[in-house]
């Protein structure tokens, strides 16, 4: 029975990157010996903590010396650099390895999180492959006198459930290799090549061919490199003469692909397949670990999945296999991170549970050659006792004698194998190594432009020289006087470049894309050292000039992530502090544009290759909830969505982001099928992308209603029974005006007649426990922007309120841009409860504005689920919990704090002339004259009829204090702001706020007067009739 071993877990933290110290993004992780904690950003009292068997802080306590080299700032300090990761967890897989154990490393983690610098690392920052390949060669030459070592390397990469060999000599087969399986090998790839090292710094040279490899694969097939995982494999053969034995152990090093947690928003489920190909490897890999974690906790598994994907069945033996495996886990500490780096922790937490049943592993090719040398012995006694018995057996003889030729070739066959491989390996290595030095010799005399990728290792890899003369730049490849450039949006000649006189220009071609720092140009424009270009959608990289002009490694800060903020930036989005400092961004805020940056790469692609496909549809991101607030009016939850526009039909879909990166997942395998039609190359599965139909197209959707936007008809004015008439903005998702509503609610009797202003209250506790009926009447819509795009299109508008169940809906009503809508709803409540009465005053119904399109379904009120009559009176009920309340801004809080403060002396004043007239009525009916109790009788309804009538003034103002409060708040400067523009737009936002102080504050004091004017009137009369 095998020992079982679990697989160890380590967790790293890294480093603010660029843009998370520019966005100001605090650090949400804490860590404590091997325990770590995350804090959610959202609820500083909420956190989670994990414990793993290593946790490496690397965020932080570290300098950087001379050489580049990153270092504890002081001795015994808590950071952790590659010497510390690799002393704990490289050195016991070296270890496992020569006593002749399979050994794997995983790295997982969201893109960016600092896989690949923990596994290959940076410079003099050697991460955990080069220095483990020193260490294993280091071992092999101290041990020569007791035993022969063979290290084969070999480098694969799986992308979208295909094996592509990164060390490959020939083209890349249709489909990647197979995976085969075999009862003692277990599954392996067939026709992946092995190469023979005998130093590290092959090993190096040839991860150097494998990375040079994928980027190129990567860049011209539009494959997502951040989707993909890279599975390093290194086979060590010790053969033992003393003892007659060999071990054979496999290093497997892997790279997954980033761990991107897709946020579902909504119960959205997409009508076509969720987690394409690209997914699959990791969602089965989670379902792997998921059930043999389970297995190690005593419950009862009927399957492990590992034949769902090409990955797990790879990875076979590393969960619960033949290996000793360790995971590290990479995050990101900071607050836009918070997600992904739970989703992580969550993942790793399971991982740790995982048990493997490890031995040594005996080569049988070995033990081929034992057995061969055994057989030899047997015939040579054989030979020699017929010898003896002096028998004659010359045909026996003969025959014995070839089976020992025989055997003797097949066990130098074994032996020479070895070396040959090594001679074949040693020849490419120093073609290789030629072809360096002639590259290198080239940087010293040439500019030349390096591509720049999402993944820092693949990131410097190509470096395409700009000699002297005019270069075409495009696929054209079969002229001398071309740079190849392949990628998406890419044409035949894309742009010339032209070096002369030590100056290189830049000249687009009609039709092309080219960027050049963030900008679109379209005419010839002279490059810089450092300059960043785009070329087509997603083909980056940075210009390098001439040797003088050069710095020591000056364009390392300029990664993928600078491109894209770069973009960002151009499109209005700026993830820096304001230049105080001291104002911070929502950190919810920030991981939306963190999305939104992210994203525009993607969209980008999108875009392209509808185009090249003919698809006629248009992506654009946008973000939700932008200006948007509640029925409470705090703000909406922000999040990324994607508007997709069909220009031929006009048709408009709304996409989550999930919804979307999977869209394109799918639009990437039609684009592949598509460029393999026109080269000729015919798939046997599948459908050709013309004949692709529409309910299996990833640029199609069904057409459904769309939210346009929303308005605010704040209640308080119920509260008092006093009627509103309102023309309401009805604001878009980015705050743009999609239409005004008029809207009226009337408070009413029972049987619908208005009341009148002798049933206004004057305290809103009056309404408790009585009956309150209104009616909400939506007479007209005017400027409908959805209509006037498309004559054909129609609206609705739905609205709930208080604690209903299920939403309303007016009739649809169609191609008009002023349409009249006439539609009434009368609700009631029977007794007003206290709950009910705090959501008058404190709360807006809101009016949601949805958008028709020809061939979708219309919306349409359940009235089963409301609580209806005949007579068509819907029922609100005052019962049910009450709803959490988010913070409001500080200056409507400060304006509504003073408004309450004012109702509250109304309030006490109120209750002084109520006992007042208690003392009066009793006094009257003691004994006055007919006439004064007349006058008695009439002060109540008389003054009560005029405060009703400053409370109606006063209301009617107060809702045009909170629009222009509502406009003061949205609005905000320009994308292309210079510095004189902000300031005016500083001093009109001043000048808003002030005629906004002015207007609140004549509203209340018009409001006091008549208090007191009122009450004067009435101590006078009370005074006379005394």
Known sequence: MHSRDCVKVAVRVRPFNKRERDAGSRCVISMAASSITIHDPRQSQCSRSFCFDYAYWSHSGFIQDHNGLYMPEEVGGRYADQDCVFHDLGEGILENALQGYNATLLAYGQTGSGKSYSMVGYRPNKGLVPKLCERLFEAIKGNQDTRQCQVFF???????????????????????????????????????????????????????????????????????????????????????????????????????AGSERQKSLGSEADRLKEGTAINLSLTTLGNVISALADMAVGKKVVHVPYRDSVLTKMLQSALGGNSRTVMIATLSPADICYEESLSTLRYAERAKHIQNRPVVNESPTERLVKELKAENARLMQRLSRLGQEGRSANDETKEIRQLLTHNELQIRTIHTLWEQHLQEALKDWEQQYANITQERRMMQMHPYILNINEDAQLSGVVKLFIQEGEWDVGLCDNTSTSITIKGLGIQQRHAVMRNEQRRVMLTPLKGSKVTVNGRAVGEMTELHHLDRLILGSNCTYLYIGFPSERGADDWIYYD???????????????????????????????????????????????????????????????????????????????????????????????????????????????????????????????????????????????????????????????????????????????????????????????????????????????????????????????????????????????????????????PAVWHSVIPALHHKVHFASRQVSQRLLDYLQSSALLLELWGLQEGCSILVSPLEGSKGTTEGVFFIEGDGTTNNNPTVSALLNSSMAEFQKEMEELKRVNKLLMKENQSLRGQLNMGKNGTTSARSRSVRPSCDAEFARSLKLFYHSMTSVRAQLQSLRRQRPGESCDLLSLRLFVDEQSGLLKDFSEHLEATVSALKRDVAAIVRRKRERWGSWS
């Open 154 to 256: 070999s480098m694969l990469e799986i992308y979208n459930e295909q094996v592509v060999d990164l060390l490959s000599r020939s083209s890349r087969p249709p489909g990647g290799l197979r995976v085969r399986e075999e009862q003692h090998r277990g599954f392996y790839v067939e026709g992946l090549r092995t190469v023979p090292c005998d130093s590290a710094a092959q090993v190096e040279q040839l991860m150097e061919q494998g990375t040079r490899t994928r980027t190129t694969a990567a860049t011209h097939t539009n494959a997502n490199s951040s989707r993909s995982h890279m599975l390093i494999v290194l086979q060590l053969k010790q053969i033992f003469s003393k003892e007659s034995i060999s071990k054979q152990s496999n290093i497997n090093l892997v790279d997954l």
């Open 560 to 810: 993928y992530d600078y491109f894209l903020s770069e973009l960002a930036a151009a499109e209005g989005i700026h993830l820096g502090q304001t230049s105080a400092g001291c104002c911070k961004t929502d950190p919810s805020l920030l991981a939306v544009f963190y999305d939104y940056i992210k994203l525009m790469p993607l969209v980008a692609e999108a875009n392209q290759m509808s185009q090249e496909l003919n698809k006629g549809v248009e992506f654009k991101l946008e973000i939700k909830n932008l200006v948007l607030s509640d029925s409470k009016g705090h703000d909406l939850e922000k999040y990324i969505v994607c508007r997709v526009i069909s220009k031929p039909s006009k048709q408009v879909w709304i996409w989550s982001k999930a919804k979307f990166v999977n869209r394109k997942f799918l639009m990437e395998e039609i684009y592949q099928q598509h460029l393999a039609e026109l080269k000729g190359e015919h798939r046997e599965e599948g459908l050709s992308t013309a004949a692709l139909p529409r309910d299996k197209d990833p640029f199609w959707d069904p057409v459904e209603p769309l939210l346009l936007g929303t308005a605010h008809l704040w209640l308080q004015s119920l509260a008092f029974r006093i009627p509103l008439d309102e023309q309401l903005e009805v604001l878009g998702s980015e705050g743009s005006e999609e239409a005004i509503i008029q809207a009226k609610l009337l408070p009413c009797s029972s049987t619908g007649m208005p009341l009148g202003e002798d049933d206004i209250l004057i305290d809103p506790s009056e309404l408790l426990g009585r009956r309150l009926d209104v009616q909400l009447v939506l007479e007209q819509c005017f400027g409908l922007c959805w209509i006037r795009e498309d004559r054909s299109r129609g609206v609705q508008i739905g609205f709930r309120l208080f604690d209903s169940s299920v939403p309303f809906y007016t």
